[in-house]
């Protein structure tokens, strides 16, 4: 059973567009969201996070939103930019620390 | 230093050898893992060293054998391999003992079972 999910594989957006990757979770006790960038043949980077505590976190050119009632979580990317694309994972965690992952959304920024 | 050094970056074995993958950070973080990756889908773990002791093993075969020789190096020692074990294998440390969240990963060995 999927306990988070990015249910669009795939999304392409123009350069200097707006970028919005959503992710759903089922788990009411996840209280920690973060979001990944992968390019391909390299590790994951860390990108944004944030606590249940809050409904908006903010960085630059990334910013993410949760919506706890609904369980989603969206990440903006303004404006986006050709360097952006890449894989994008969406990943939540509860007490044990331990982080469930979604199945990415490939992100192609085109020129 | 921000960085998860790993090698090699490549790595080729046939299914008799033994070979072993290496990672190394100097960020004073009291966590590292193992992960592996296959094309297209996200990370699996297989195991977390919290303050230089195994604490989760995520039912790996016994062919994958860790090692945290101290709190800057994790070693993944690798043994009889079958052809599926081919993937990206990736390390990962972080501050806390207890949890990896915001770790911060490797670049990965690019490992290759023939």
């Known amino acids: 059973d999927q306990q988070v999910k990015q249910n669009s594989p795939s999304l392409s957006v123009q350069e200097g567009r707006i970028s919005i990757l959503n992710c759903d979770y089922t788990?009411?006790?996840?209280?920690?969201f973060l979001w990944y960038k992968k390019y391909p043949a390299e590790g994951p980077t860390f990108l944004i996070s944030?606590?249940?505590i809050k409904d908006k976190n903010e960085d630059g050119r990334f910013t993410v939103f949760l919506n706890k009632s609904a369980k989603h979580l969206s990440l903006h990317i303004v404006p986006s930019q050709p360097g952006d694309s890449a894989v994008y994972f969406c990943a939540a965690t509860g007490n044990n620390r331990k982080l469930i992952w979604g199945l990415g959304t490939s992100l192609a920024v085109n020129p | 230093d921000t960085e998860v050094t790993q090698t090699p970056k490549h790595l080729v074995m046939g299914m008799t050898n033994k070979k072993s993958l290496k990672c190394e950070q100097h960020?004073?973080?009291?966590?590292m893992y193992w992960y592996k990756q296959k094309a297209k889908k996200p990370p699996e773990l297989m195991f977390v060293?919290?303050?230089?002791?195994?604490?989760i093993n995520e039912s790996v075969p016994s062919r994958f054998s860790p090692e945290c020789p101290n709190s800057s190096l994790l070693n993944l020692h690798l043994h009889a391999l079958q052809p599926e074990d081919s993937a990206l294998y990736l390390c990962?440390?972080?501050?806390?003992?207890?949890?990896?969240?915001?770790?911060?990963f490797g670049q990965g060995t690019r490992l290759t079972v023939v």
């Open positions: 788990n009411s006790m996840f209280d920690y």
């Open positions: 990962a440390s972080s501050q806390s003992g207890g949890g990896d969240t915001e770790a911060f």
């Open positions: 944030i606590s249940s």
């Open positions: 060293y919290s303050y230089e002791k195994l604490s």
């Open positions: 960020m004073g973080h009291r966590a």
